[in-house]
């Protein structure tokens, strides 16, 4: 009776909560869509915007960076980094739904066990927060790998006579994501109204790279005391090209140190497979055992430390 009971409510519980959070993204879509165009559109005449917008952008980086940003901030950031388009109450009930649905998977699998379904449909939680964290790593690298060619479409753009705006729509029209779609976002606010400021610190803020923050203070540093602007992009995706490289070069270098690293995270649970493939009973002793779970828990710890000296060694700046 009792299996037939929560039969019915995960199920049932896993309904509810999904029409209730596409009813309440759907309606809170529109809503910031609104704000967010009559806030741009309606400071277009304001002269005194750039400054207080600036200083606003550059509180609001700060706050990201020592921290102090709600969860809710933060977690905007983290999907506007990894283009999800989707609202943080829409990654929420994701997360929730992955809870309830491995919960369930597992249930089945462990033979209606609850001992083993609860906390690993709980850790189940965390695959959005991973797969999240996966799209930004992967398309991070790609925006670090693609960057130099973008300012040299931009000198090109720029030697041809076009300015600043039409080179920004060029590089959105002719690269994919990440670039395509980050300039592409560029040319949106500033065909609404944005300043070129603002419309670079945002992109400093959707992309956290040295190499976007450079490119950010090189563009309005020269806004201020004038130059040529092709002949200044030509220099910076010089240095930016050549530091790539040697990038590359240090991760060639260290990856020896990664694989040690990488062996030793994977070395226990290869071995703890197969005894207990080959000694299923003796496994299941040791796991169900106090001391078992105390050496276990002991070995891990021991685990995490060596990884993460390892990890340390093998992070090397650029």
């Known amino acids: 009776m009792e299996n037939s009971l929560l039969m019915s409510l995960i199920p049932a519980t896993g309904v509810v909560l999904l029409i209730i959070g596409f009813y309440k993204t759907w309606f809170e ?146 690269y994919d994501d990440p670039w395509g779609t980050e300039f592409g976002k560029m040319a949106a606010e500033m065909n609404l109204g944005a300043s070129m400021e603002d419309a670079l610190y945002s992109l400093s803020s959707r992309v956290p790279s040295p190499d976007v923050d450079l490119f950010v203070t090189a563009l309005l540093i020269q806004k201020e005391t004038g130059g040529s602007l092709a002949e200044l992009l030509g220099n910076l995706s010089h240095t930016i090209r050549d530091r790539y490289k040697l990038f590359q070069k240090v991760g060639a270098i260290s990856a020896q140190g990664k694989l040690s690293a990488g062996i030793v995270c994977c070395v226990p649970f290869l071995l703890c497979g197969i005894m207990y493939l080959f000694l299923p009973d003796a496994m299941i002793q040791f796991v169900t055992n106090p001391i078992g779970i105390a050496l276990l828990i002991l070995a891990g710890f021991w685990m995490c430390c060596g990884v993460g000296v390892l990890y340390k060694i093998v992070q090397i700046e650029v």
């Open 29 to 174: 879509k529109q809503v910031q869509a609104q704000e967010h165009i009559q806030d741009l559109l309606g400071n277009v005449s304001n002269r005194n915007r750039p400054a207080k917008d600036q200083d606003n952008i550059l509180k609001r980086r700060k706050k990201n960076k020592d921290g102090t940003a709600s969860k809710r901030e933060q977690l905007e950031i983290k999907l506007e980094r990894a283009n999800m388009l989707i609202t943080p109450n829409e990654f929420y009930m994701i997360s929730i739904g992955s809870a309830l649905l491995g919960g369930l998977v597992i249930w089945f699998l462990s033979g209606q066990n609850m001992l083993i379904t609860i906390p690993l449909g709980a850790a189940c939680i965390a695959l959005p927060y991973a797969f999240m964290s996966l799209k930004t790593m992967l398309r991070m690298k790609k925006a670090a790998a693609q960057f130099s060619d973008v300012l040299n479409s931009m000198v090109n753009a720029f030697k041809t006579g076009f300015g600043f705006s039409r080179a920004v729509q060029m590089v959105a029209d002719n």
